[in-house]
């Protein structure tokens, strides 16, 4: 989009000079033959001529048409950026007002005059990227560009090898050029779109989940949803366990007493998130690739209470670490959620805040690490820097929160 919207740059406008233009028509009058054109605009007929025949094709052999092809790919993708190594970035105006489009839930009168026409745009293409429909207006806005689009003149051949059905095999290589110059261009404005879109979903999830976890409270005495009132044993991560077996089944008590929906708690950045309807019989998720959210854990002798003592972090996007020890991977300790593409993860405390945090760390808490784990982390790297050197990577060991304000999320 132009930085100015107002004020849009006009397209640079070329025409012929009036001995040119004459020469031309007499050249096409004389059926393209220069000996025929009048001896006053013989030389510029000539030179018009010479020009024409650059914008055929001449006749080649097989061979030298797949030679023209792999010569002409091979600089089409030359002009690609590699890897979007220098990808296309909005402009800052337009950064704020796609904020401000999903800050107001996707609603065009909400956002402020100021904005409003920067973010009738962002809404044009984002349906462009959910729907392929075509946006309003787009019938006048396909004839402008048809109009701005130079008809190309073809000097009639006497072979007809490169020309299928009137199609000629340049016309095949120019529009594959431009679409792959189109999608380079467009497709990390989409991602971005579609990354704002996911992001902007997932946080109305932790406002409806505020408000479940509110009620729930309300009910129980400021609790926090739990299962059973002790841990039976084994490996609290093992989803599916159920009731004092599995940390998500206390997650899963929202769901399932109707405090919420399953589609609630399925992050639109998890494709294998579960969000049919809950069974009365149900009392966890099957398994830990359907969990969304990682939620503190419950199995400890003291445990935070809603909207009472220090705002302690109680759920957000899937912790990376569970997930990593079970696939027997080593972690790296500042590692986001993979939910958002690792750029960071929905928070929510117990006193209804909630907000998105670019780092695990939170208020000095690795929500993803107890207080133990992140002393023996903190031990480890005072030996490292010693030698300059620093923990990369560490391996999950099992273990519980000590206090009710040691935020530690999972699975």
């Known amino acids: 989009m132009p930085d100015d919207a107002t004020n849009p740059v006009e397209s640079p406008r070329h025409s012929l000079t009036a001995a040119d233009a004459a020469a031309i028509d007499a050249l096409i009058d004389a059926g393209m033959n220069p000996a025929a054109v ?51 970035e909005l402009s800052p105006e337009d950064v704020e007002a796609m904020d401000a489009y999903f800050a107001a839930e996707q609603r065009l009168d909400r956002v402020p005059s100021v904005l409003r026409d920067r973010a009738a745009r962002v809404e044009a293409v984002g349906r462009l990227a959910a729907a392929g429909e075509p946006a309003p207006h787009s019938a006048v806005l396909i004839e402008r560009t048809l109009a701005r689009v130079p008809v190309r003149t073809r000097i009639p051949q006497q072979s007809v090898k490169a020309v299928l059905g009137g199609f000629r095999l340049t016309d095949l290589v120019s529009v594959a050029a431009v679409l792959l110059i189109s999608v380079s261009v467009l497709w990390p404005v989409l991602s971005t779109w579609r990354t704002h879109a996911q992001r902007s979903e997932c946080g109305m999830n932790f406002a409806s989940l505020a408000s479940a976890f509110g009620l729930y409270s309300s009910d129980y005495r400021d609790q926090l949803p739990v299962a059973t009132a002790g841990f039976s044993g084994g490996s609290w991560w093992n989803v599916g366990g159920g009731a004092g077996l599995s940390n998500s089944a206390n997650l899963f008590r929202l769901p399932k007493l109707n405090y919420t929906s399953l589609k609630t708690l399925a992050c639109p950045g998890n494709p294998t998130a579960r ?26 002798e003291r445990r935070p209470s809603w909207g009472r003592g220090n705002a302690t972090v109680i759920l957000a996007d899937g912790s990376p670490a569970i997930r990593n020890a079970l696939a027997q991977r080593d972690w790296v300790p500042l590692q986001n959620s993979a939910n958002h593409g690792g750029c960071g ?5 117990t006193d209804g805040s909630g ?11 690795n929500i993803w690490l107890t207080d133990e784990q992140q002393q023996v982390v903190d031990q480890a790297n005072a030996r490292l820097r010693l030698m300059g050197l620093e923990v990369r990577s560490i391996r999950f060991f099992q273990t519980t929160p000590v206090s009710d304000h040691d935020s530690f999320l999972g699975p």
């Open 355 to 365: 907000h998105w945090a670019s780092t695990p760390v939170v208020d000095g808490d």
């Open 38 to 88: 009048p001896e006053t605009h013989r030389a510029r007929a000539n030179r018009a001529r010479d020009l024409f025949n650059l914008l055929g094709t001449p006749t080649l052999d097989a061979g030298d048409d797949a030679a023209l092809v792999d010569v002409t790919l091979a600089r089409i993708l030359r002009l690609a950026p590699a890897g979007y190594a220098d990808e296309p």
């Open 345 to 349: 993860q929905w928070v929510l405390r």
């Open 275 to 300: 969000g049919g309807p809950c069974q009365p019989t149900d009392d966890d998720w099957s398994c830990i690739s359907e969990v969304s959210y990682s939620y503190q854990n419950m199995f400890a």
